[in-house]
């Protein structure tokens, strides 16, 4: 990923010597913060994990009754937004500034696409009682964990679903920038950061669909 | 012979480039957020303290005095909440690692100077929800928060509480992230690894331990928060939920917590020690891979926190032995700091008394942390007062000794000026006999069996508590007068020079204080670390160009 360096399309801030050592900086900053979370998932992985396996029957019997439909077609939209981020990242760095903007808006729209079924599915819960809270209702015997498991459902899909909304402002923010002929082949960093921010954000669901939709589906 | 090198100080410096409260709270940069962050960690290392000095003037009496037990227990929890999140875990990285990193290692800023203002006000923000909290009532959970009763039966401001520590913490994060993308990125020319400041590399191990832990104490504390709030049952029996994963996941961040605690500290001291015996330091490459070790192995002891709480006693078994790892890096630092004053030209100026403090009470803290560390010992000292002298021989006469070291080592860099050095001398000496009459005797309270966060005690304990209130009183003194002298030394303390101790490292190749972009030329690095024949040389070199233009 060669990048040549045109000192009058990128602007270097005062603490940094070259624009090779910004663009450096600024990459291994963005990667840092998606360790950080992966680690702030990671806790509720674990205790997703810790649940599933005390009661591993209850969690298979409860998770059939998420919506695998919305859930395996949110799976492919947001997979597919992660492709058409890449090639938005291949618009910049080609100087391609139409290709650029066009990517970026579908990839906003698929992940708008997403959150959209996901509120969906939500409503849906609400009216099925499997929003845990006073108006939690489920079938015996599991009714305790599955109030534990839809916790879980809410809490996890639900970082998830703000961590989306973040990026559906750097990509606003990205396209704007994009649309005034901000990103070409001399400088387009922040487009392949903000990729990488919205891969991870893919990939944490791509955890969490198989986790929550797909238990014991086999079992049937 | 020392080299004598008249003080000269620079017209314009980071501290009199501007003027006004605007050029102060947008600064970017980052010697003027350090100076920010100590402000703020003053005024919490006071509060809390507060809440110690209402501790132990209640603990003189056996029975009732003071306060009732239920504000009793507001008030060791508001202590630990501030001591821990709002002044240990902060200090020295926000203030000592944001001044002196880009110093140490000739750059003109950090990476991210801007996220490093945001982190200033993420931790004032954070400040001011605990404010609300202790206004508003106060906690009593304790500073662990365990459930149930944090989640299920507090009625006190758990849900500000934790939001504040919750913010607190990004505040850490986005401090822990600029400063590995610095020292990775912005290295001057000829600053390899091995010839870093052993600060650096100290500060690198607890950039890490921000990094990777604080996101589970903030996914964690999310967690009570909504079980509070959302009544969502996560720890809670009654759903199929289990209290100890709390304690699993909140250890998890709040063991290398402690690191990120001591960790700094120990980078002081080994800037320190080499300074006060004019010699290098014995063993660079130990001490720097030891501060890695003890950020890798510190995540791996986190159950020695929950020995007696239903843990398998195969899990305390393997978290028992790696405790017990955790500690031969901590001790190979000791053993290289030791052998650095061997032969050495030793003084005895003030930041070197905190740091042989240091060395004697880390030592002891750590020592006593494998009494505890040893399973069946656990189980006697468990929950007593012997858990609290060890933790406090570590964060008291090791942190916070460690602090106060650092601040005055260089305090001359910082304001320009030196502070009087017989004031500081005993106030070191204060601060050390009133810790030890403070804490040593709760070594002995809690052998003999007193319960820590009790509001009473059988009355056969009260000598030992009344000596250790009376430690902290001197405690306190020793604490205040810092305050107060080196405020003073900013405007009535004589000018100091670029070097004044002298010692090696890049921070004092330029002025005191340092301009705004730190270095007049990047400089270029070809020394070994703690070279001081050669900074003796240099010296020399400068002493006589002096003489001879004055003449």
């Known amino acids: ?220 | 012979m020392e080299a004598v090198i008249t003080p000269v100080a620079p017209r314009v410096h980071y501290l009199n480039v501007n003027y006004g409260w605007r050029s102060w709270l947008f600064t970017i940069d980052h010697k003027r957020i350090a100076l920010l962050y100590l402000v703020s960690i003053t005024l919490f290392f006071f509060l809390g303290g507060l809440f110690a000095v209402l501790i132990r003037i209640k603990l003189l009496t056996p029975g009732t005095a003071l306060v009732t037990p239920e504000t009793y227990n507001k008030l060791f929890t508001m202590h630990g909440i501030i001591m821990v999140f709002f002044f240990l875990i902060p200090s020295i990285p926000a203030v000592l690692g944001n001044f002196l990193i880009p110093l140490m290692i000739g750059a003109r800023d950090v990476a991210f100077p801007r996220l490093n203002l945001a982190s200033w006000y993420l931790f004032n923000l954070a400040g001011l929800i605990i404010l609300y909290a202790v206004v508003n009532g106060g906690v009593d959970t304790g500073w662990t928060f365990y459930p149930p009763y944090s989640s299920n039966f507090a009625n006190t401001n758990v849900a500000a509480a934790v939001l504040a520590i919750f913010v607190a913490g990004f505040s850490s994060i986005l401090t822990g992230l600029n400063f590995v993308v610095t020292i990775h990125s912005m290295r001057a020319p000829g600053l390899t690894w091995f010839r870093l400041p052993l600060f650096v590399w100290s500060m690198y191990a607890t950039s890490i331990i921000f990094i990777l832990g604080t996101p589970v104490l903030a996914i964690t504390l999310l967690l009570v928060g909504a079980e509070r709030l959302l009544h969502i049952g996560v720890f809670d029996p009654a759903y199929g939920g289990d209290p100890v994963l709390f304690q699993h996941l909140f250890w998890f961040y709040s063991h290398p917590a402690v690191y990120i605690m001591v960790l700094p500290s120990m980078g002081i001291i080994s800037e320190i020690v080499p300074t006060f015996s004019r010699k290098q330091i014995y063993g660079y490459k130990f001490i720097a891979f030891s501060s890695v070790a003890i950020a890798v192995l510190g995540f791996l002891v986190w159950g020695h926190h929950l020995f007696v709480s239903g843990q398998s006693v195969y899990a305390g078994m393997v978290f028992s032995f790696l405790s017990y790892a955790v500690a031969i890096p901590s001790a190979v630092k000791v053993f290289n700091w030791t052998a650095t004053l061997h032969k050495s030209s030793l003084s005895f100026d003030a930041p070197m008394l905190y740091a042989f403090g240091f060395i004697g009470l880390f030592t002891i803290g750590g020592l006593t942390g494998l009494f505890v560390a040893a399973l069946g010992v656990n189980v006697h000292v468990h929950d007593t007062y012997f858990v609290i002298a060890h933790f406090h021989y570590i964060m008291v006469g090791g942190a916070v000794m460690g602090y106060l070291g650092g601040i005055h080592y260089w305090w001359p860099k910082i304001s320009g000026r030196r502070y009087p050095e017989g004031w500081a001398r005993l106030a070191a000496l204060i601060v050390f006999v009133g810790f030890n009459l403070t804490f040593f005797p709760q070594f002995l309270l809690g052998y003999m069996g007193m319960p820590r966060r009790y509001y009473a005690y059988p009355p056969e304990f009260q000598t030992l508590n009344v000596m250790s209130t009376a430690g902290a009183s001197i405690l306190g003194i020793g604490y205040v007068l810092p305050l107060i002298y080196l405020i003073w030394s900013m405007r009535y303390g004589p000018v100091a020079e670029s070097n004044p101790w002298p010692s090696t490292g890049l921070e004092w190749q330029t002025t005191s204080p340092p301009p705004t972009n730190n270095f007049e030329k990047t400089p270029v690095v070809t020394n070994e670390p703690y070279d001081f024949p050669e900074l003796a040389r240099q010296r020399a070199t400068i002493a006589l160009e002096q003489s001879e233009q004055s003449a």
């Not at chain 1, 045109?6 to 602007?11: G, I, L, N, R, V």
């Not at chain 1, 979370?37 to 009754?65: D, N, Q």
């Not at chain 1, 819960?125 to 939690?136: A, D, I, L, Q």
């Not at chain 1, 964990?145 to 961590?163: R, W």
């Open chain 1, 1 to 220: 990923m060669a990048q040549s360096l045109a000192p009058h399309s990128t602007q270097v801030a005062h603490q940094f010597d070259s624009a090779e050592q910004q663009r450096d900086a600024a990459t291994l900053g963005m990667w840092i913060f998606l360790a950080t979370e992966i680690m702030f998932f990671g806790g509720l992985f674990t205790t997703y994990s810790v649940y599933r396996a005390l009661h591993p029957l209850a969690f298979a019997e409860v998770s059939r009754h998420l919506n695998i439909t919305l859930g395996t077609i949110n799976t492919a939209v947001l997979i597919g937004s992660s492709f058409t981020m890449a090639l938005a990242v291949y618009g910049a760095q080609h100087s391609r500034r139409k290709m650029l903007v066009l990517c970026l808006v579908l990839t906003m729209l698929l992940g708008s696409l997403f959150l959209g079924i996901k509120f969906y599915e939500y409503y849906q819960k609400f009216v099925e009682h499997f929003v845990p809270g006073s108006s939690f209702q489920f079938q015996a015997p599991y009714t305790r964990e599955a109030e534990m498991f839809f916790s879980l459902y809410f809490l996890m899909t639900g970082l998830h679903a703000l961590h989306m909304i973040v990026g559906l402002g750097l990509l606003m923010t990205l396209t704007i920038l994009a649309w005034r002929g901000r990103f070409s082949a001399s400088y387009y960093n922040p487009v392949e950061l903000s990729g990488l921010y919205w891969h991870f954000v893919d990939l944490i669901w791509i955890f969490l669909y198989p986790l929550l939709y797909l238990i014991g589906h086999h079992l049937h």
